[in-house]
């Protein structure tokens, strides 16, 4: 809770300031402390919605924004007391949207036998509400506890919906089986009680952007890249051939993908060649290779070799060989299979909105080893 509190804080000065650093503490000290009078109780965190802060504890800028909406006084108060604290009730909307990021960072530590000694998934769904009035959402996933509950939650789904159909027949985004969700976290506003029994994720959203959810996988992760490494040491140099596979479907490709890979501290001239997609280039002042592929489709490989010269050393020391390192993103794939199957919007004026999903794979620490 602690740590939760801090970056909703470093979050609030990025808001207030643009910011959050030595300079901008120093210039506004004044609207700090009064910000962390009013979040902190007691040593206790209370309100930290942004939105509702920026009502009555205000700068100059914030100010002349609010000029125009010039709440009162009573309304001020019942937001910030209120049930949804985090959100007014007089939101107008032309055009009534919402957008689902589904962001996950795939962690991988492969071993040199080429065994998988770490997989997990770490990921996050960022929602951007544009809404008017005071919606309430419903928000379902293809996680097991879900797909294992009873028939209501599959009415629900199939009712009047076509967000799941259209976002799920599309490549790479899970093919409808469940997905096992080994731990996650809920934005305030999620109504936890009705995610208790009928597994499903029921809130009023915020206005604007915000994190709706994160959770973490552990089972079944689909690994987007293959990379089979074979290094041959030898007294005067060092051999590399390195393979890498693309795992997913052939309609998806990975972008501004990098690949770093390291060399003995005391290699003095790498000659490199390229069979397939990228380019490499060495980087003495790194001791490494980068190899640079700004777009690679799915479904097939690529390859480098390379011969790095290495200066004699008058105390040899055996290399460490450090893993080679990988980083890329993914769109429309999910490493862990999470789907998005329905988002619906209820509201008392019965308007129309527009829903819109998008999946994003990127690399967090995707190792191997050499």
């Known amino acids: 809770m602690v740590f939760e509190f801090l970056y909703k804080l470093l ?20 609207l700090i402390y009064e910000l962390l009078d009013e979040v902190l109780d007691f040593g206790y965190p209370q309100n930290i919605e942004v939105d509702t802060l ?19 006084t009573q309304n001020i108060t019942m937001q910030a007391t209120g049930v949804t604290s985090w959100r007014r009730n007089d939101i107008v909307y032309k055009k009534n949207e919402a957008f689902v990021d589904v962001i996950e960072s795939v962690n991988l530590i492969l071993s040199a036998k080429g065994t998988v000694l770490r997989a997990d998934v770490q990921g996050q769904i960022v929602m951007r509400s544009f809404l008017s009035g005071m919606p309430e959402c419903k928000f379902g996933l293809n996680d097991k506890l879900v797909l294992d509950h009873n028939t209501a939650g599959n009415n629900d789904r199939s009712a009047g919906n076509r967000l799941g159909a259209r976002v799920g027949s599309m490549a790479g985004v ?10 996650c976290q809920f934005h305030q506003c999620v109504r936890l009680g009705k995610f208790d029994t009928d597994r499903i994720i029921s809130f009023i959203p915020p206005d604007g952007e915000f994190e709706l959810m994160r959770y973490r996988t552990t089972e079944n992760v ?14 005067n140099s060092v051999e590399y051939e390195i393979l890498i596979k693309s795992n997913f479907s052939s309609k998806l490709a990975a972008t501004n993908m990098v690949v770093n890979i390291p060399l003995p501290p005391n290699a003095i001239k790498c000659r490199i060649k390229v069979t ?6 060495y980087h003495p002042e790194e001791n490494s290779m980068i190899w640079r592929i700004s777009r690679f489709q799915g479904l097939q490989e690529t390859s480098l070799t390379a011969l790095v010269d290495l200066t004699p050393l008058s105390k040899p020391t055996p290399w460490s060989r450090p893993p080679i390192a990988l980083d890329f993103q993914v769109l429309m794939f999910t490493a862990s299979g999470l789907l998005v199957r329905f988002l619906k919007v209820f509201e008392k004026n019965n308007y129309q909105s527009v829903k819109w999903v998008r999946y994003m794979t990127k690399a967090g620490s995707y190792e191997i080893r050499i």
């Open 276 to 281: 397939g997609v990228g380019k490499a280039k």
């Open 174 to 183: 899970g093919d409808g089986e469940s997905v096992e969700i080994a731990d």
């Open 54 to 72: 920026k009502l009555y504890v205000t700068t100059e800028s914030i100010r002349s924004k609010n000029l125009i909406i010039q709440e009162p």
């Open 222 to 235: 689909n690994l987007p890249f293959k990379v089979l490494p074979v290094v041959r040491e030898g007294r």
């Open 11 to 30: 979050g609030l000065g990025v808001s207030y300031f643009g910011r959050f650093d030595e300079e901008s503490v120093k210039n506004n000290f004044v």
